[in-house]
């Protein structure tokens, strides 16, 4: 039925739950994104800035459709220190947050995507959400071309499902690095990386109409002044592979760092104004034996 269509469980995800009645109103002060956009139909993509504006945490906003706590994706192995972060800034508002052990969190993705979408009866556009049968699916809120993610209760897997083929990593990563979407545990640095400097924009990461967030002075200078100093850029790489957290080099300078890579394509962060010049006059940077070209 969905011949070019793969599943993988994401292992390395974990669901924090956040209930209370303030719960909106205290992620709402602290995020990037318009918690008051989450609804039964709607989930965000959402970073946790320091007060400088520079990257903590970065999450998938969803609500349960029915005992209404708001829930969050995030990574699994820093899932400790996100609760402990939000635990400082709860204060006196009437909220518990847990991790909830009991769901499994699956990616489906590929060309037949939009296909299974339509199948689901969800509108095909970035944060859709829908609840089947306990279950919660999301188009993936960055980009739609990541494919849905879907948060199955007590491993309740549809059997509609038992026959997409099981996916690799290394897809998924190839598919994420094409579209530009860095992956903030291996592409940042926490508490030193801008995320308008790596295309948290683009991925639907910020709202820049509404109200104060932890870090938001910052970031909105990068954007109304254009004070951005660095791009996250998708690269070619012709020959070896060059490893993550590599200095990229120009006439015996630093200009960038390599980042994440898959098979021949990867994401470096380059300086600006060498990005600029080099990709409108389609040039390429010379790095040992291998040679970087910007897509």
Do not use: W
């Amino acid at each position: 039925m969905y011949g070019n269509l793969k599943k993988l469980k994401l292992k390395d995800r974990a669901v924090i739950e956040l209930n209370g009645q303030d719960n909106k109103e205290f992620l709402q002060s602290l995020v990037t994104n318009n918690v008051d956009l989450v609804s039964d139909n709607k989930s965000i993509y959402a970073a946790l800035l320091s007060p400088q504006g520079k990257y903590l945490f970065d999450f998938i906003i969803f609500q349960n459709y029915i005992t209404k706590k708001l829930s969050i994706d995030c990574e699994k192995k820093r899932y400790p220190e996100l609760i402990q972060k939000l635990n400082l800034y709860k204060l006196r508002n009437k909220i518990d947050i847990n991790i909830n052990n009991d769901i499994t969190i699956y990616g489906i993705y590929g060309s037949d995507i939009s296909k299974i979408i339509l199948n689901l009866k969800m509108n095909n556009q970035e944060g859709s959400t829908k609840s089947i049968k306990n279950n919660i699916y999301i188009v993936d809120p960055r980009n739609k071309k990541l494919g849905i993610r879907i948060y199955i209760v007590k491993n309740n897997f549809s059997k509609e499902f038992d026959t997409i083929l099981n996916g690799s990593s290394s897809e998924l990563e190839y598919n994420r690095i094409k579209l530009k979407i860095p992956k903030p545990e291996i592409d940042l640095e926490i508490e030193k990386s801008f995320i308008i400097e790596n295309n948290f924009e683009e991925m639907n990461c910020i709202d820049f109409n509404k109200g104060c967030y932890i870090g938001q002075e910052n970031t909105a200078r990068q954007k109304y002044r254009g004070t951005a100093k660095r791009k996250l850029a998708l690269v070619k790489i012709n020959g070896e592979k060059i490893n993550n957290g590599t200095k990229i080099y120009h006439n015996k300078k630093i200009i960038g760092t390599m980042r994440s890579s898959c098979k021949n394509i990867g994401l470096a962060s380059i300086r600006t104004d060498i990005y600029n010049d080099y990709k409108k006059n389609k040039l390429k940077i010379k790095h040992l034996d291998s040679e970087i070209e910007f897509l």
